[in-house]
């Protein structure tokens, strides 16, 4: 059975996939020995985001996660045991040298590490469908997703199951419905994405009736979300395992909140750091882990299996190769690695290391220079107005002569650093080759606007950034609106940015991109930084605090 077996709208032929990939017999016979107990460990990342290669301080990288993996294998299988590595997916979108390939680098790297199972996120959907065609082909593991269908049928492979020295395991594969609001409505049309919650209690049932597996994993890429509060999120992981029976998922193995999941206590998170004891979350009768992001961790789980029994015997999110900052006694501060140095698998350097060197001479040129840091941490940037935000709002405004810009958070990827600052800096920092657009609208069309978008919860990509504008937000209504140095005139027409991707709907934006005064400039936004950046070197970065939250 094929197991790369996606529909992409722009491929002519359509062929549509059944609901299961079949690494194995599946007859429903039980195949373990009674009272033999046998081993199972579970290794996990998520959120690759493009971070293929080792970083600056030389930490993560998939070479020195290829030697870490290799090694637990060996050790695992020697001792009788079995393993299986999973991915909660968003393999794409967040390092230019990535994303200038289509992360064909990552695919490669993943093939080459042996993934067994990734689930399908939702920067997945940050290209066109025939990227992802084209990725799911590069991918030696099936891409799964119980709940994603187009024209009636699911695109993926809803689950697989793997026959581990008798013991059936079953992983099931669920994305986040939020993709629907927060993917690109150009590449989505025509995509549904259903309740991961309803499609996991179908699936779960059809598992038990045709295969009797005797574990069943969920890879899921929808987010862990402390008790279950999501807030404007979709639900995650948390209300997933408590809307299903007791005991009927055995784990899951999560992404999304890009967070590492360790509790303190029930619904309590620890106060983690890189080297510690990690004690994953359990709700319901399922244990749920995430390995934060970008792999800087791998996420390992052994358990062992009796009579039908699983139980974990130990967890640890491993680091790889992070460091941490420490002052010897002259007080110079160096950078020291927090565990034992990993070394890299000699063959995935080697193999990687062309995609790297690839438009590096472009991607590290000097574009310009701030004299200090321009913030877009993802907790602050999506809680919070800040300079970047401001900076990067302020550029498209002027770019489309227009009075104020709106721009939404998850559109702004990391920080830009005191001191120079890089074309790499910039793609990192808005990867998604959106366009600027604009639109004509009175005072009073502006204020029904605002009313829907600048109240947007904070702690999601949705939350709104400004420039020339400043408002009060109370109840889920604005007031005190200043456009320029005036207060808004209900008649007066007024012309604002926002990017193509929030135009045309996307987190939930009132979409624009039918108003009669709608236009797309066709200006990249990262293109657009980058020039305002060159045009306004050095940044001083007082001149963009921002007015107001």
Same mark, same amino acid.
């Given at each position: 059975?094929n197991n ?19 690494s ?6 039980q ?6 107990e ?8 998520n959120?690759?985001h ?27 299988e ?18 230019p ?10 695919f490669v ?63 099931i ?31 779960i ?42 005991g ?6 999560g ?26 979350? /359990?709700? *319901?009768?399922?244990? &749920?882990?995430?390995?934060? %992001?970008? +792999? ?7 358990? @062992? ?39 890299q ?45 401001r900076?990067?709002?302020?550029a ?9 810009? /709106?721009? *939404?958070?998850?559109? &702004?990827?990391?920080?830009? %650093?005191? +001191? ?7 793609? @990192? ?9 604009y ?32 408002m ?6 604005v ?36 108003h009669?005064s ?32």
């Amino acid at each position: 059975m094929n197991n790369k077996r996606f529909i992409a709208a722009s491929i002519a032929s359509l062929i549509l996939t059944g609901c299961s990939t079949l690494s194995s017999t599946t007859a429903t016979q039980q195949k373990w020995l009674q009272d033999k107990e046998y081993s199972l460990t579970i290794l996990h990342t998520n959120d690759n985001h493009g971070h293929f290669w080792q970083n600056k301080y030389g930490e993560r990288g998939m070479a020195a996660r290829a030697t870490l993996v290799n090694h637990i294998r060996a050790e695992v299988e020697a001792a009788g045991g079995s393993v299986l590595l999973l991915s909660g997916g968003d393999i794409n979108t967040g390092v230019p040298e990535s994303d200038l390939l289509d992360a064909e680098p990552d695919f490669v790297g993943m093939n080459m590490i042996g993934y067994d199972a990734m689930a399908v996120g939702n920067h997945e959907f940050d290209n066109p469908l025939d990227v992802l065609a084209k990725q799911a082909d590069w991918a030696n593991f099936p891409f799964l997703a119980a709940n994603i269908y187009k024209d009636g049928q699911r695109m993926f492979d809803a689950y697989k199951i793997f026959d581990k020295d008798g013991v059936k395991i079953a992983v099931i594969g669920l994305t986040t419905e939020d993709t629907a609001k927060i993917g690109n409505p150009e590449f989505i049309k025509g995509v549904q994405f259903t309740d991961p919650k309803v499609e996991a209690k179908l699936v779960i049932a059809e598992l038990k009736a045709k295969y009797n597996p005797d574990i069943i994993i969920a890879a899921t890429h929808m987010g862990h979300y402390l008790n279950g509060d999501n807030g404007s999120n979709a639900p995650g992981d948390v209300q997933l395992a408590r809307y299903l029976d007791e005991g009927s998922l055995d784990m899951i193995v999560g992404g999304h909140s890009q967070e590492p999941v360790c509790m303190e206590g029930k619904n309590v998170y620890a106060d983690f750091k890189a080297g510690q004891v990690c004690k994953p979350d /359990v709700q *319901n009768g399922t244990y &749920i882990v995430q390995a934060h %992001e970008w +792999g800087k961790y791998v996420g390992r789980a052994d358990y @062992t299996f009796k009579n039908g029994d699983l139980e974990l015997q130990s967890y640890n999110l491993i680091p790889v190769n992070l460091k941490k900052k420490v002052t010897d006694s002259d007080g110079n501060k160096t950078r020291v690695f927090i565990q034992d140095e990993i070394q890299q698998d000699e063959a995935v350097f080697n193999t990687l290391k062309p995609f790297q060197e690839q438009g590096q001479a472009a991607l590290n040129s000097v574009i310009g220079h701030s004299n200090g840091v321009l913030q877009g941490e993802r907790k602050v940037v999506r809680n919070n107005q800040t300079n970047l935000g401001r900076l990067i709002a302020t550029a498209h405004m002027q770019r489309a002569q227009a009075d104020f810009s /709106v721009m *939404n958070s998850g559109g &702004i990827r990391a920080s830009i %650093e005191e +001191g120079d600052i890089s074309y790499k800096s910039v793609l @990192t920092v808005q990867p998604f080759a959106n366009t600027i657009t604009y639109v004509d609208m009175t005072g009073g069309e502006v204020i029904a606007y605002l009313n829907q978008v600048a109240t947007k919860s904070k702690d999601s990509g949705a939350y709104a950034q400004f420039a020339g504008i400043t408002m009060t937000v109370t109840d889920k209504q604005v007031s005190n609106i200043v456009i320029g140095d005036k207060p808004i005139d209900l008649n007066r027409t007024y012309r604002f940015t926002v990017p193509s991707f929030n135009a045309a709907g996307g987190d939930g934006y009132p979409k624009l991109s039918e108003h009669s005064s709608y236009v797309n400039t066709g200006y990249v936004d990262a293109e657009v930084l980058k020039d305002f950046i060159q045009k306004n070197s050095p940044i001083n970065i007082a001149d963009f605090v921002p007015k107001n939250e």
